[in-house]
Structures are given as C-alpha cells and as structure tokens.
C-alpha cells in the first residue's frame, strides 16, 4: 500500500514539474519572440555572425560538470554577455536560446528539458536587459567601458552576472523541488551556487 502511495506520489510531482516546465517554455519563448520584433537589424555584421557561431558551435561544448551531479554549466556565458554589451540585449537573448538548445541537447534524453534548458536562459537573459534598464545602465556608452563610465560598466557588468545566475539558477532549483520534494535552499545550496564563479569569471 505505501509503494502504491509513494509511487502516485511520485507520478503526481512529475506532472506538477512537467507543467512548470512548459510554462517556463511557453515564457521563454514569448521573451524570444519579443527580442526578435525588437531586433536592430542593422547592427548585425560579420563579426556578430562569427561569434554567434563560435559561442554555438564551441562554446557550447566546453562545459563544466558539476561534482556528483549530472548537471553541466557552459562555459559560453562569456560570450552571451559579450554579444550584450556590444550588440544588445535582443541578440543576447536569442543566442543565449539557441546555444542553451545545442548545449543541452548532447546531455538531455527529454526534448522537454531541451526547451527548458533554453527557455530558462532566454528567461534570465531577458531578465539581465530588465534589470540594466531598470537601473539606467543600458546606453552604448555605459556598456563599452568607456573611460569616462569605468564605475558604470563594472556596475553593469555585476549586474548582468548577478542577475543571470539568481534568475538561472532560481528555476532550475525550483524545478528540483517540484520533481524531488526537496527543501529550495538545500537544492540550489548544493547543485547550484557554485556556479556563481562561473557566471562572474564570465563577467571578468
């Protein structure tokens, strides 16, 4: 009798986490679509191509495997954020989708957690744009290190790495307790925080 209560139980929290998991895709994919209408085409160049395919291409295979859990963090952060500063957050959030896609796809069995996967880092990188606007650190000038807004960009580049990784990283966790019932802090203490060094040696 418990196996068969443990086992509905279980069934029950796969469907909860399932559906959470489709929202967050339904809103990733809203955040991709509203960077593409708000797409600067005119900015796009040579340079922006090379290095969206190299962040696809490469960076998403040089990854980091988290001690004693089958979670992975891509290195190619770095380069999300260097399309931010230089080409703007729509660009940003589009590459962060698509390279999150070909990220997970070599470790992922489920397409579910594949969008997910992407859907979280379109989420986050939407989020990041959010935050610098909301702080006034989005102009050309603030976000090119200029000399005369050193103090700016190194708050904007602080930001961007604080903001990526709670907002990455609050998702995953969450998804951790609705499919496993275990306690958010526990989850995202033990699976997660030590990403921070690699969202902010990004940053650097």
């Known amino acids: 009798m418990w196996s068969r209560v443990s086992g509905w139980e279980k069934m029950d929290r796969s469907k909860i986490s399932d559906r959470f998991m489709v929202t967050v895709i339904v809103v990733g994919a809203i955040c991709v679509l509203v960077a593409i209408s708000a797409l ?10 090379m290095l969206a395919v190299f962040t696809v291409a490469v960076g998403s295979r040089v990854s980091i495997q988290i001690p004693r859990f089958k979670s992975h963090i891509s290195v190619s952060d770095t380069f999300i954020f260097l399309v931010l500063l230089m080409y703007g957050g729509e660009y940003a959030i589009i590459l962060a989708a698509i390279e999150a896609t070909a990220s997970a796809w070599r470790f992922c069995n489920r397409k579910l957690t594949v969008f997910f996967n992407a859907a979280t880092m379109a989420i986050s990188t939407s989020a990041v744009v959010m935050v610098l606007k909301a702080f006034g650190l989005y102009s050309e000038v603030q976000l090119h290190g200029r000399a005369d ?3 700016s960009f190194v708050i904007a580049l602080s930001l961007i790495a604080l903001t990526q990784f709670l907002a990455n990283t609050s998702l995953a966790s969450f998804h951790d307790v609705l499919k496993d019932k275990v306690q958010l802090w526990e989850t995202w203490k033990s699976k997660y925080i030590w990403a921070f060094f690699s969202y902010f040696i990004g940053a650097a």
């Open 40 to 49: 600067d085409v005119a900015r796009a160049d040579l340079p922006l191509a």
């Open 149 to 151: 807004n050193r103090q």
